[in-house]
C-alpha cells in the first residue's frame, strides 16, 4: 500500500498564481520529498524536509512539514506554464532503503 | 556526464516471452531501486537494493526478478508470469536513505508494451 497520498489529484490555475498540494502519510518518517514528473520523463527531485525541520523554501517552492498530523504541503509561488506537471510525495521511513510514492496530482497551469 | 540511463526507451513484448530492462548509474550511489507507474498513478516499487549482491522485494515483486552483481547495474526482468506487464518502468539511485540526506535520481524510463 502506498504511503503517502496527494489531494487534489489535479489542479488547474492561471498562470501568476499559487498552486498548492497536500500530502498525508500514515506511519513516522525520516525524512519527505517532493518530486515532479513531465509527462512521459523520469521524476525530477524538489525538495526534501527532514522529520524535525517544519518549512523549507526552494525558489518558488515552499514545502511545509507537520509531523503531529502526518501531513506535508506544496506550495508553488507565481505559477508559469513550464510548472505543468505531476508531482508526488515521497517518504522515507526510519532506518529503511525504501521511498514509497503517492499517486501525484496533476497540475496545469493555463496561459 | 553523471547520471542513471535506462534502456530501451520503448519495449516490445509478446505474451509469454521473458524481457530485460537495463538500468546503470555512474553516481556511485549504493541504493538502486525500480519502480512501476501504470497510468494516471503513483509510483510502486517493485524491488531495491542496498548494496551489491543484496535486494530486497518491494510492494508489486511478484512476476519480476532483479540482479545486483555489480554497484553500477540493477536489470529487471520481466517474466511470463506478471500477468499484466504494460506499464512505465522507472529506475532509480540514491546514496544513503537511511541518513535522510539524500534524493533519489531518475532515469527517464522505459515503457513496455504486450503485444
Known amino acids: ?111 | 556526464d553523471g547520471g542513471i540511463t535506462q534502456s530501451p526507451k520503448y519495449l516490445f513484448r509478446k505474451e509469454g516471452q521473458n524481457v530485460t530492462l537495463s538500468c546503470e548509474q555512474n553516481l556511485n550511489h549504493d541504493a538502486m531501486y525500480w519502480y512501476r507507474q501504470d497510468p494516471g498513478q503513483g509510483l510502486r516499487l517493485i524491488y531495491y537494493s542496498q548494496i551489491v549482491n543484496d535486494f530486497q522485494k518491494g510492494d508489486i515483486a511478484e512476476g519480476y526478478s532483479v540482479s545486483r552483481e555489480k554497484k553500477e547495474s540493477f536489470p529487471l526482468t520481466v517474466t511470463s508470469a506478471q500477468k499484466n506487464p504494460t506499464a512505465f518502468y522507472l529506475c532509480a539511485s540514491s546514496t544513503d536513505q537511511q541518513t535522510g540526506n539524500t534524493e533519489a535520481f531518475f532515469g527517464q524510463g522505459t515503457r513496455l508494451t504486450v503485444v
Not at chain 1, 30 to 55: A, C, D, K, P, T
Open chain 1, 1 to 111: 500500500s502506498q504511503q503517502g497520498e496527494e489531494d487534489p489529484q489535479a489542479l488547474s490555475i492561471q498562470e501568476g498564481e499559487n498552486a498548492t498540494m497536500n500530502c498525508s502519510y500514515k506511519t513516522s518518517i525520516n525524512n519527505l520529498q517532493w518530486y515532479r514528473q513531465n509527462s512521459g520523463r523520469g521524476l525530477v527531485h524538489l525538495i526534501l524536509i527532514r522529520s524535525n525541520e517544519r518549512e523549507k523554501h526552494s525558489g518558488r517552492l515552499r514545502v511545509t512539514l507537520d509531523t503531529s498530523k502526518k501531513s506535508s504541503s506544496l506550495l508553488i509561488t507565481a505559477s508559469r506554464a513550464a510548472d505543468t506537471a505531476s508531482y508526488f510525495c515521497a517518504t522515507a521511513l526510519l532506518n529503511d532503503y525504501k521511498l514509497s510514492f503517492g499517486a501525484g496530482t496533476t497540475v496545469t497551469v493555463r496561459a
